[in-house]
C-alpha cells in the first residue's frame, strides 16, 4: 500500500486551462516534495515545503503543504504544452530518516 | 554539473539469471536509493542506503538485495529474474532531509 496517492491519475487538457494535482496521506509528513519526470529522464525537483499551510510560488505554479502535513497540492495557472509530464510527490515521514517515499503520480497532458 | 549514472539503458535478461544494476554518484551524497516505476504505481522504494555497507529495506525488497561497498556505488541485484520484475528501475541520491534527490536516467529492465 503507498503512502501517497495522488489525483487524478491522468489529466488531458487545452493550453490555457488551470488545473490542480492532489497529493493525500493518512500520515503525517515533516517535508513534501514535487517532482517533474519527462519521457527517457529521471524526475526533476520543483520544490520543497517543510512547514504545514506553506504556499509556494514558482512562476505559474503554486504548490501548498495541507496544514497537518498529511497532504499537498500542485496548481497550474494558464497550462502550456511545456507542463506535459508525470508530476510527483515525494516526503520524509519524520525528522530523523532521509527515506524518500514517493506517490502514485499523475500524467499531465497539454494540447496546444 | 551533479550527476547519477547507471550502468545500462536497456537490458535483457532471461527468466532465473542473476541481475546486476549498477549506479553510481559523483556528488558525496550520503543517501542513495533504488526505485521501481511502474505505470499508475509512480516510484516504489526497493531499497534505500544510508551510509556505506548500511541498507534499509523499502515498501518491495521481495526479490532484491543490495550492496554499497563504497560511498559513490550503489548495486541492485536481482537474484533470480523474474517476469514480474520487468520494469523501469531509477536510481538517486541526496545529501539529507529536505535536500533534492538526483536520478539517474533509469535503466528498463525486461525480464523474458
Known amino acids: 500500500t503507498q503512502l501517497l496517492k495522488q489525483s487524478p491519475q491522468f489529466l488531458s487538457i487545452q493550453e490555457g486551462e488551470n488545473l490542480t494535482v492532489y497529493c493525500n496521506s493518512s500520515s503525517v509528513f515533516s517535508s513534501l516534495q514535487w517532482y517533474r519526470q519527462e519521457p527517457g529522464e529521471g524526475p526533476v525537483l520543483l520544490v520543497t515545503v517543510v512547514t504545514g499551510g506553506e504556499v509556494k510560488k514558482l512562476k505559474r505554479l503554486t504548490f501548498q503543504f495541507g496544514d497537518a502535513r498529511k497532504d499537498s497540492s500542485l496548481h497550474i495557472t494558464a497550462a502550456q504544452p511545456g507542463d506535459t509530464g508525470l508530476y510527483l510527490c515525494a516526503g520524509e515521514r519524520t525528522y530523523n530518516t532521509d527515506k524518500l517515499i514517493f506517490g502514485t503520480g499523475t500524467r499531465l497532458q497539454v494540447f496546444p | 554539473d551533479v550527476k547519477v549514472t547507471q550502468s545500462s539503458r536497456y537490458l535483457v535478461k532471461r527468466t532465473g539469471e542473476k541481475v546486476f544494476l549498477e549506479c553510481v554518484q559523483d556528488m558525496d551524497h550520503e543517501n542513495m536509493f533504488w526505485y521501481r516505476q511502474d505505470p499508475g504505481l509512480g516510484l516504489r522504494l526497493i531499497y534505500f542506503s544510508y551510509d556505506v555497507k548500511m541498507k534499509e529495506k523499502g515498501d518491495i525488497p521481495e526479490g532484491y538485495s543490495v550492496s554499497r561497498e563504497k560511498k559513490e556505488r550503489f548495486s541492485l541485484i536481482l537474484e533470480s529474474a523474474s517476469t514480474n520484475q520487468t520494469s523501469m528501475y531509477l536510481c538517486?541520491?541526496?545529501?539529507?532531509?529536505?535536500?533534492?534527490?538526483?536520478f539517474g536516467q533509469g535503466t528498463r529492465l525486461t525480464v523474458v
Open positions: 538517486a541520491s541526496r545529501q539529507g532531509w529536505g535536500t533534492e534527490a538526483f
